[in-house]
């Protein structure tokens, strides 16, 4: 039996609307809601100082040294200042080499701290020589971060289908007028990101730097080292954007690629076939049973063991799904949550939607997210060329572009680099990283860059997804790649005999 969302005050049903809604839309994540402040003042003397970085789920703390700096919010001498977070891991040699290992966090709109957190133990052996450096990109994490007031509610609990593009638009409009009381947007982009990068590496005294940028990271550690190619020593591309590509028109459409390959991989495996069938089918089921009626299950928080309410509606599962194929683990299950739902039991669903979202829905900024597609990508929209009819045949359907596109329209486009969409050509030794199950990055655009870069190497990771750092054996390839920055002579076999975790077939797990 269906149970009917109960009515609830009307600004609490945009609140959610809008976390839900910007939880879909964003590139690659999720948006953080709390107001930034305006930064003024000359820049401060550098110098570390103890303190912790902790994890979303305050399950570790990783000790490290802090410092803020502050940087010109713009171009002008009388422009305002950022502040600029950084935190260095040490390495643990006494003899640490001069050339850090930098972090270039996803998104857009995460900071590379929060990412270390989730992700230290793939750097564990390559730290034994070099610093970990972490600089929250300007408008991310602890950097004057971009982020909204007005959806303080835990965004676990938020989201309610029912509103359209034209309510999410009025709301992010808000975020935007907030935003722009402290801040120029137009200051938030890549290339400005980039100058950023080149003067903390400049008053830290570091000589060259190793680059490691997933996602978006990787378009940043490609303009970084076309603008200062004489800074870099190495680099790894993870989940790789090529500076050619234009974000947002195809995001349904890989996403649609890597969901049905999850779903064919199900079909071919004879306990997963057995068990459920075509996985498609209950995906369509779902999604038309909650557009028509969404529901609310009750359920205890991740954090703190209390009950409290998730309504799930279309949009959700689209969510839920999208995020599920990022991870292979979490892909494993999503072919069991589905079926259950199509009949009618929908806890598990709610389950992988909270594991999905907990600990990273606060963890990205969607100011910072709108003022980089909006000027690097927005511009480079062409309609004729999208395939609107791809798009709404995809389980996400035309939302994503539709809400990019109408959210551009009106936030402001910064400056970008004349050469920012060139392809990157260079000798810098390079790893490329890539999985045939990415749902956003497919390995076509790490190839397309590797055939620009004369130094590289491109290692794709059968069923792997977005991003390589879950790997078990990357701390070892990485130990290898930075002490030696030779891609032609490393050894990345071990990779290729990574297996990917077998699809749950019973709320126990596994099949023994």
Same mark, same amino acid.
Not at 85 to 106: H, M, T, W
Not at 297 to 315: E, M, V, W
Not at 487 to 500: E, F, G, M
């Given at each position: 039996?269906?149970?009917?969302?109960?009515?609830?005050?009307?600004?609490?049903?945009?609140?959610?609307?809008?976390?839900?809604?910007?939880?879909?839309?964003?590139?690659?994540?999720?948006?953080?809601?709390?107001?930034?402040?305006?930064?003024?003042?000359?820049?401060?003397?550098?110098?570390?100082?103890?303190?912790?970085?902790?994890?979303?789920?305050?399950?570790?703390?990783?000790?490290?040294?802090?410092?803020?700096?502050?940087?010109?919010?713009?171009?002008?001498?009388?422009?305002?200042?950022?502040?600029?977070?950084?935190?260095?891991?040490?390495?643990?040699?006494?003899?640490?080499?001069?050339?850090?290992?930098?972090?270039?966090?996803?998104?857009?709109?995460?900071?590379?701290?929060?990412?270390?957190?989730?992700?230290?133990?793939?750097?564990?052996?390559?730290?034994?020589?070099?610093?970990?450096?972490?600089?929250?990109?300007?408008?991310?994490?602890?950097?004057?971060?971009?982020?909204?007031?007005?959806?303080?509610?835990?965004?676990?609990?938020?989201?309610?289908?029912?509103?359209?593009?034209?309510?999410?638009?009025?709301?992010?409009?808000?975020?935007?007028?907030?935003?722009?009381?402290?801040?120029?947007?137009?200051?938030?982009?890549?290339?400005?990101?980039?100058?950023?990068?080149?003067?903390?590496?400049? =008053?830290?005294? !570091?000589?060259? #730097?190793?680059?490691?940028? %997933?996602?978006?990271? @990787?378009? /940043?550690?490609?303009?970084? *080292?076309?603008?200062?190619?004489?800074?870099?020593?190495?680099?790894?591309?993870?989940?790789?954007?090529?500076?050619?590509?234009?974000?947002?028109?195809?995001?349904?459409?890989?996403?649609?690629?890597?969901?049905?390959?999850?779903?064919?991989?199900?079909?071919?495996?004879?306990?997963?076939?057995?068990?459920?069938?075509?996985?498609?089918?209950?995906?369509?089921?779902?999604?038309?049973?909650?557009?028509?009626?969404?529901?609310?299950?009750?359920?205890?928080?991740?954090?703190?063991?209390?009950?409290?309410?998730?309504?799930?509606?279309?949009?959700?599962?689209?969510?839920?799904?999208?995020?599920?194929?990022?991870?292979?683990?979490?892909?494993?299950?999503?072919?069991?949550?589905?079926?259950?739902?199509? =009949?009618?039991? !929908?806890?598990? #669903?709610?389950?992988?939607? %909270?594991?999905?979202? @907990?600990? /990273?829905?606060?963890?990205? *900024?969607?100011?910072?997210?709108?003022?980089?597609?909006?000027?690097?990508?927005?511009?480079?929209?062409?309609?004729?060329?999208?395939?609107?009819?791809?798009?709404?045949?995809?389980?996400?359907?035309?939302?994503?572009?539709?809400?990019?596109?109408?959210?551009?329209?009106?936030?402001?486009?910064?400056?970008?680099?004349?050469?920012?969409?060139?392809?990157?050509?260079?000798?810098?030794?390079?790893?490329?990283?890539?999985?045939?199950?990415?749902?956003?990055?497919?390995?076509?655009?790490?190839?397309?860059?590797?055939?620009?870069?004369?130094?590289?190497?491109?290692?794709?990771?059968?069923?792997?997804?977005?991003?390589?750092?879950?790997?078990?054996?990357?701390?070892?390839?990485?130990?290898?790649?930075?002490?030696?920055?030779?891609?032609?002579?490393?050894?990345?076999?071990?990779?290729?005999?990574?297996?990917?975790?077998?699809?749950?077939?019973?709320?126990?797990?596994?099949?023994?």
């Amino acid at each position: 039996m269906r149970t009917r969302i109960p009515d609830r005050p009307r600004r609490y049903v945009r609140r959610q609307v809008f976390v839900a809604l910007s939880t879909v839309v964003l590139v690659m994540g999720f948006p953080l809601f709390v107001e930034a402040k305006e930064t003024t003042g000359a820049p401060q003397t550098e110098r570390f100082t103890s303190c912790r970085l902790v994890h979303p789920l305050k399950v570790k703390s990783i000790e490290a040294e802090c410092m803020t700096i502050r940087v010109r919010e713009g171009n002008e001498t009388s422009s305002r200042y950022l502040d600029i977070s950084i935190a260095r891991v040490p390495a643990v040699s006494s003899k640490r080499k001069n050339d850090p290992i930098v972090l270039l966090a996803g998104g857009p709109g995460m900071g590379a701290q929060l990412m270390y957190t989730m992700s230290s133990s793939a750097f564990a052996r390559a730290r034994r020589d070099r610093d970990i450096l972490l600089i929250d990109q300007r408008g991310t994490g602890k950097s004057t971060p971009l982020t909204c007031s007005g959806a303080a509610e835990d965004p676990l609990a938020a989201g309610q289908q029912g509103a359209g593009i034209d309510e999410f638009v009025a709301l992010t409009t808000v975020c935007r007028d907030s935003l722009a009381r402290h801040h120029d947007l137009r200051s938030f982009t890549t290339s400005q990101a980039v100058r950023d990068l080149e003067e903390i590496r400049a =008053r830290l005294g !570091y000589d060259r #730097l190793n680059l490691y940028g %997933v996602s978006y990271g @990787s378009r /940043v550690a490609q303009h970084y *080292a076309r603008e200062f190619p004489t800074r870099v020593r190495s680099m790894v591309l993870d989940g790789v954007v090529p500076p050619q590509t234009v974000l947002g028109p195809d995001i349904a459409i890989d996403a649609e690629r890597a969901v049905e390959a999850l779903f064919d991989r199900c079909r071919k495996e004879s306990s997963c076939k057995e068990a459920f069938g075509d996985p498609r089918l209950s995906l369509r089921e779902v999604q038309s049973a909650l557009r028509r009626e969404p529901i609310s299950i009750s359920l205890p928080h991740p954090q703190t063991g209390k009950p409290f309410s998730l309504s799930l509606g279309a949009t959700h599962i689209a969510t839920v799904t999208r995020l599920s194929t990022y991870d292979p683990y979490l892909a494993a299950m999503l072919p069991l949550v589905l079926y259950e739902a199509s =009949r009618a039991n !929908y806890r598990p #669903l709610a389950s992988l939607f %909270v594991m999905t979202l @907990s600990g /990273v829905s606060a963890s990205l *900024a969607a100011g910072m997210h709108n003022s980089v597609v909006c000027s690097e990508d927005f511009p480079r929209f062409d309609r004729a060329k999208v395939d609107r009819q791809a798009l709404e045949a995809s389980y996400l359907g035309p939302m994503i572009f539709d809400a990019l596109s109408s959210v551009c329209k009106t936030w402001p486009r910064g400056e970008v680099d004349k050469n920012f969409n060139e392809p990157l050509k260079s000798d810098i030794p390079t790893l490329l990283l890539s999985g045939t199950l990415d749902p956003v990055t497919p390995p076509s655009g790490a190839a397309l860059v590797g055939t620009t870069l004369r130094n590289s190497l491109h290692v794709v990771i059968e069923n792997s997804a977005h991003g390589q750092l879950a790997v078990p054996c990357i701390d070892r390839v990485f130990r290898d790649f930075f002490g030696d920055a030779d891609p032609k002579n490393l050894d990345t076999s071990c990779l290729k005999r990574w297996v990917a975790p077998p699809f749950w077939t019973s709320l126990s797990g596994p099949p023994p």
